[in-house]
């Protein structure tokens, strides 16, 4: 079955980058789109990125030109790229694989599977 887990992130202050990674393992192909969610307490989680298998890709607006998604095949990995970072990015972010085909890339009823989150702060 699949497992996601992710890590890269911290403590920055605003106008700094991080990098996120999702290790992506039990997927018997490719066929998964792939997202980036951030939830803060009190907060429906939101889409921030998304990746479809031959690679288009989706930003929600409060990010677009400073964020980057991709991925790594070989590597099984996921990436958030983060730059520009302001405070109203901090959240708990979370990496989530499509349950079903064609599904809303920033609709969490469609994504069944999630990593444990890694938090991200801003200041």
């Known amino acids: 079955h699949v497992q996601l887990v992710e890590s890269g992130g911290g403590s920055v202050q605003a106008g700094g980058s991080l990098r996120l990674s999702c290790l992506v393992s039990?997927?018997?192909?490719?066929?998964?789109?792939m997202t980036w969610f951030r939830q803060v307490p009190g907060k429906k989680r939101e889409g921030v990125a998304g990746i479809n298998p031959d690679g288009t890709t989706f930003y929600a607006d409060s990010v677009k030109g400073r964020f980057t998604i991709s991925k790594d095949n070989a590597k099984n990995t996921l990436y958030l790229q983060m730059g520009d970072l302001k405070p109203d990015d901090t959240a708990m972010y979370y990496c989530g694989a499509e349950y079903g085909a064609h599904g809303t890339w920033d609709d969490p009823a469609d994504f069944g599977y999630w990593g444990q989150g890694t938090q991200v702060t801003v200041s």
């Open positions: 039990g997927f018997t192909d490719s066929r998964h789109c």
